[in-house]
């Protein structure tokens, strides 16, 4: 199938670009969607205002701490990725945030636990947990992008189910009550194939084996799909869980 040269450019700018932490403003206008309906930061706030300490798991770059300050003056970000831990310290030190590879190994430290696309480990959560403490969780569920990697004839995102409602039995089962539950597959669109290329570098479990040589042939028919209709659009996962402990 023939396409315009500037595949090969888009592609190649999409490689070059250096990634780090959870910051995707390259993609600004270039892929939009797979927001769901509530905001994340606009649930955590309230929690927030009020609280003596946090946990925040898997934080990443410290991008979402960061836009949630003022934060507790007890504030501690867990981030095991080892490219994003230098990240995180250069962002959230000034906001007086320890920055740690492994979860804090005491009891009933946090009034708060934050968890946006990263580990759900309840029996953890319930042991960090102080006795009234609430845990927010956003988190990306089993069906994420499935039907991408069907289009780009890739293995399924993800080996096992998981899903809101696993979710609730397992923190049901250490002894958290739910408080709040949600489930919503939104739309993820792109606008060019460089686009799409940075997802899957951004994201490397999607798709384990990448790379736009091994996939070039069913990269270069949905480039074929965006230039035709002027975007491509494949389905996000997104669950929200809010528990707290009794």
């Known amino acids: 199938m023939r396409t315009s040269p500037d595949y090969g450019r888009l592609v190649d700018e999409a490689v070059g670009v250096q990634i780090t932490g959870w910051e995707f403003a390259w993609l600004d206008g270039r892929a939009v969607g797979s927001d769901p309906s509530w905001s994340y930061p606009g649930l955590a706030r309230p929690l927030l205002r009020h609280a003596g300490s946090l946990l925040d798991l898997d934080t990443g770059g410290g991008e979402l701490l960061v836009e949630l300050t003022p934060l507790p003056a007890h504030t501690v970000a867990v981030e095991s990725w080892a490219s994003n831990v230098p990240v995180a310290r250069d962002r959230l030190t000034p ?93 993820l669109t792109f606008h060019d194939i460089g686009a799409l ?45 809010q528990a707290s402990r009794p």
């Open 95 to 187: 906001f007086g945030v320890s920055v740690v590879t492994e979860l804090p190994g005491g009891e009933n430290e946090f009034d708060v636990v934050l968890s946006r696309h990263g580990r759900l480990p309840a029996e953890d959560i319930a042991r960090l947990l102080k006795p009234g403490g609430t845990l927010l969780s956003q988190q990306v569920g089993s069906d994420d992008l499935k039907d991408l990697n069907a289009e780009l004839g890739a293995p399924p995102p993800y080996a096992t189910s998981w899903t809101a409602a696993k979710a609730v039995a397992a923190l049901e089962a250490a002894g958290l009550t739910v408080t709040d539950v949600r489930e919503e597959r939104p739309a």
């Open 197 to 241: 290329v940075y997802q899957l570098r951004a994201v490397p479990w999607q798709i384990r084996d990448f790379t736009p040589q091994r996939y070039d042939r069913a990269l270069r028919r949905i480039d074929a799909i965006i230039r035709t209709h002027g975007h491509y659009a494949a389905t996000a996962h997104r669950f929200l869980v």
